[in-house]
């Protein structure tokens, strides 16, 4: 069963409302939204958040320079990494990092990964995770589950909520 809202303050143009630009809005309740929100800026939200669909149209492609230690800077909240040459050995852990100013303190580091250049199982089985994040960095670890050494690069991607 419905019951209709019950009567209140409304902006003028409300039900068809195309655009609104405000310095501060602070909404109590509810807010029902059908079609696409930009915000240009932050937005924070006290209490459950649905429905939320993440578009990063802005995507990088970053390769880590110089060992599988060496930190990878990105500018981008979602991307794809490609690790040097990994040699961890069996039951062990490398660690890297993740720079750059869109990590922040409350980011969540989401990973997939994509491809291994080595053979799984005869050259172990890499399997990657985020450790930490503080602003502007994120540890990496990959562990090999496998039962011999890793021998070579793994892809990930990543997104950063």
């Excluded at 059908?34 to 390769?63: F, H, P, Q, W």
């Excluded at 990590?103 to 990973?111: A, D, G, P, R």
């Amino acid at each position: 069963m419905s019951y209709p809202a019950p009567p209140g303050p409304t902006l003028p143009g409300s039900g068809n409302l195309k655009t609104l630009s405000v310095e501060t809005l602070q909404v109590t309740g509810d807010v029902d939204v059908e079609g696409n929100v930009t915000v240009d800026g932050d937005v924070t939200a006290v209490g459950n958040v649905t429905g939320v669909g993440l578009n990063y149209s802005s995507k990088g492609i970053y390769t880590q320079l110089t060992s599988a230690t060496t930190a990878v800077p990105v500018t981008t909240n979602a991307g794809s990494v490609t690790t040097q040459s990994l040699t961890t050995a069996t039951t062990a852990t490398t660690v890297f990092t993740m720079t750059g100013a869109v990590f922040l303190s409350s980011s969540q580091v989401m990973l997939t990964d994509v491809a291994y250049s080595g053979t799984p199982l005869t050259n172990g089985i890499p399997v990657m995770y985020a450790t930490s994040v503080v602003a502007g960095t994120a540890t990496i670890t990959v562990a090999n589950y496998g039962a011999n050494a890793l021998a070579g690069t793994l892809t990930f991607n990543y997104i950063i909520v």
